[in-house]
């Protein structure tokens, strides 16, 4: 793999509630190089936002360390990590209501986002991204004038206008309907073959496998297995359980299943493989 642009290394994050804790993320690895588009589906609870909420600089996990480029986060100054998120960092958030303001037009909400940035000809640039998100005929209706997909598109051009080097969506279609869906990831892989820019989208919907160079599955906090497909032929290269920076790996409940559902086992190595056997003394006691 060429030098990840971004790297985690055994990320975790406890939320402490009231006395109880949760363990949103259990050593987390993930490396994602320049340009590439990946997919991370897991089950809701499966510490998907956590994730995006580490990587864009939000929030502090509890351990593990990220990395983007050259900048460290975790022991970046908070002027440098306020630097990462105004210029590196675009944002899609679930809920058009997080991403937009409903009572002005696409166009002014891209605007003052551009504003903001202290963009030069900002009301031109907004256009320019419209355009960009297919929405150029739709930029003077408010947003309750918009469908939900056309709202998140409008939601990425304001993603976009800071120019990122890495994109950042949680659950992007999490309120549309299957088509509109397909309709937005689509629009992303283009902007990603067109600007190489480097994503993370993270969904509970299968769908995304389809718009994505990798797709990584999480449970429990963790990374548990990641499809790949051939860039010529488009086929699907197969999955791979992924083994952590430790040596940990996850099976998936069938797996657990046949082993007879024993949480003790052996592990026999032979002509490079590793078998895997319900112990003799196993099972919980
Ligand atoms: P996902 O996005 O995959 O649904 P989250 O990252 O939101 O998962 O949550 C992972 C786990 O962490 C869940 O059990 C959730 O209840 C818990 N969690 C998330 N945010 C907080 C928080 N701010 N305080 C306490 N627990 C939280
Ligand atoms: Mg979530």
Redesign the pocket.
């Known amino acids: 793999m060429n030098n990840p642009i971004l790297q985690c290394r055994q990320l975790t994050q406890i939320?402490r509630?009231g006395a109880s804790e949760?363990i949103?993320l259990q050593g987390l690895d993930l490396s994602v190089v320049q340009g590439e588009m990946v997919g991370v589906i897991?089950?809701?609870?499966?510490?998907?936002?956590?994730?995006l909420r580490v990587l864009s600089g939000l929030l502090q996990p509890s351990g593990g360390t990220v990395r983007f480029d050259d900048l460290q986060l975790g022991s970046a100054t908070p002027r440098a990590l306020d630097r990462y998120r105004r210029d590196d960092v675009g944002f899609v958030w679930q809920s058009t209501a997080e991403n937009l303001l409903p009572t002005v037009s696409a166009e002014m909400n891209v605007k003052l986002i551009l504003d903001l940035y202290g963009a030069d000809n900002s009301a031109e640039r907004a256009n320019e991204l419209l355009c960009r998100v297919g929405l150029a005929e739709r930029g003077r209706h408010v947003m309750s004038e918009l469908s939900g997909g056309e709202q998140q598109r409008v939601a990425l051009a304001m993603a976009l206008a800071n120019n990122p080097r890495l994109l950042l969506a949680d659950e992007p279609t999490g309120a549309l309907d299957a088509e509109s869906s397909a309709g937005l990831f689509a629009l992303m892989r283009q902007i990603q073959r067109e600007d190489g820019l480097t994503q993370i989208i993270?969904s509970h919907d299968d769908e995304l496998a389809r718009h994505v160079d990798r797709v990584i599955r999480i449970r429990d906090?963790r990374v548990s297995s990641e499809n790949r497909w051939d860039d010529e032929t488009g086929r699907e290269i197969g999955e791979a359980l992924v083994i952590d920076t430790i040596g940990r790996l996850q099976l998936t409940n069938e797996q657990r299943a046949a082993l007879g559902g024993t949480d003790r086992v052996t592990a026999e190595v032979e002509n490079g493989a590793v078998t895997i056997r319900p112990a003799n003394n196993g099972g919980s006691p």
Do not use: C, E, Q
Request: overall charge positive; glycine content about 24%.
């Open positions: 939320y509630v949760v949103a897991g089950l809701s609870g499966s510490g998907k936002s956590t994730l993270v906090g």
